[in-house]
């Protein structure tokens, strides 16, 4: 029986990029202290970045307990079901003759 690992184990070819990348962030850092316009430009697009996977983490956890419930109160969906609510009399309507 194969034994559950705790913590996933990484490549040194990850960890090696990881620390490639964090070195080239912390390079464009130290230029934005300095003062220099790109540097200030690209620093503030990186912390932009950050605020948006930060709120969408957010909201991610916000909602999916949510729809989870909602998927126990409405049941599972059989198998021919639309997972976007779609009535199918009415698709079939819409479509023509």
Do not use: N, T, Y
Request: hydrophobic share 60%; proline share 5%.
């Amino acid at each position: 029986m194969p034994r559950q690992v705790f913590i996933r184990q990484f490549s040194i070819r990850w960890m090696l990029g990881l620390i490639a990348v964090f070195a080239l962030i912390s390079l464009v850092l130290s230029h934005a202290i300095a003062g220099r316009a790109w540097a200030v430009g690209v620093a503030a697009a990186i912390v932009a970045l950050g605020i948006v996977f930060l709120v969408h983490a957010v909201l991610f956890g916000m909602l999916w307990p949510i729809a989870e419930m909602m998927q126990k109160v409405k049941g599972p969906r059989s198998a021919g079901e639309s997972p976007f609510g779609v009535d199918s009399d009415v698709a079939s309507s819409e479509a023509g003759p």
